[in-house]
């Protein structure tokens, strides 16, 4: 018999300000935090084609090649969670595939992230859930054990706690520590609409360059040195 330890849920994040994470890139929101807060090497399962997705981290770490308390989590996820798996960065076995992925639908999960490997990809590419991995292997996971759940994580090189803003897209995910996620969406709002206004300006040819050169203590032009 294995143990799970539980600690206390995170905060849940006021729903709009959800809805205001979806409007925005991970790029833009991790440019807004001092371009940190990603989950190194986390991309989507290829072959799904997701929007945008955002929601409060259900944080989960088990030990590498095992998904027992992966289930248990599911089991209490709550409506609109974001299944945050700290699997050790393993790829020597997948901790999620197809069943999961379905099952997890049904509790209303909004994303899965794992920082190891998940199995079925054509299946978890087409079903509802959004599933972001480190990698894709066909060999079984155990069901063993040990594991935590709502405790922090490590994910790709960032700590998840529960109840922070997790927002995955093509680029990938962005994690927004609970306390600061209001700052960063209102700095990453502004960001949107500076790039919104250089897209314009490149379309009518007036997108001014001149910092490029400013940047530079120098440029030589070659041959001209050697005269």
């Known amino acids: 018999m294995s143990t799970c330890r539980r600690h206390p849920r995170g ?3 006021d729903p709009a300000l959800i809805e205001r994470c979806r409007a925005l890139p ?3 929101l991790s440019d807004s935090m001092e371009r940190t807060g990603g989950i190194r090497g986390v991309h989507r399962v290829p072959g ?14 088990t030990r590498a090649g095992d998904n027992l308390v992966i289930h248990r989590a599911l089991d209490l996820a709550e409506p609109g969670d974001v299944l945050v798996v700290d699997g050790a960065g393993s790829l020597e076995r997948a901790v999620l595939g197809e069943i999961m992925g379905r099952y997890a639908a049904t509790r209303g999960v909004a994303a899965v992230v794992v920082d ?3 199995r079925d990809a054509e299946g978890l590419a087409a079903g509802p859930v959004p599933v972001f991995a480190l ?3 066909h060999l079984g996971p155990y069901k063993e054990g040990p594991g935590e759940l709502h405790g922090p994580v490590q994910a790709g090189g960032t700590v998840v706690r529960s109840g922070d803003v997790v927002v995955g ?3 990938g995910v962005v994690v927004l520590p609970h306390e600061r996620a209001v700052e960063v969406v209102g700095r990453g709002e502004e ?3 500076a790039e919104e206004e250089q897209f314009a300006a490149i379309a009518a040819g007036t997108l001014d360059r001149s910092w490029v050169l400013a940047a530079l203590a120098e440029e030589l032009v070659a041959g001209e040195d050697a005269r």
């Open 135 to 137: 990698g894709i292997n």
């Open 191 to 193: 960001r949107l609409r």
């Open 48 to 61: 799904g084609d997701w929007p945008r997705v955002a929601g409060p981290a259900l944080t989960v770490r």
């Open 116 to 118: 190891g490997a998940v």
């Open 26 to 28: 991970t790029s833009i």
């Open 169 to 171: 897209d093509a680029d």
């Open 11 to 13: 905060p849940r994040p």
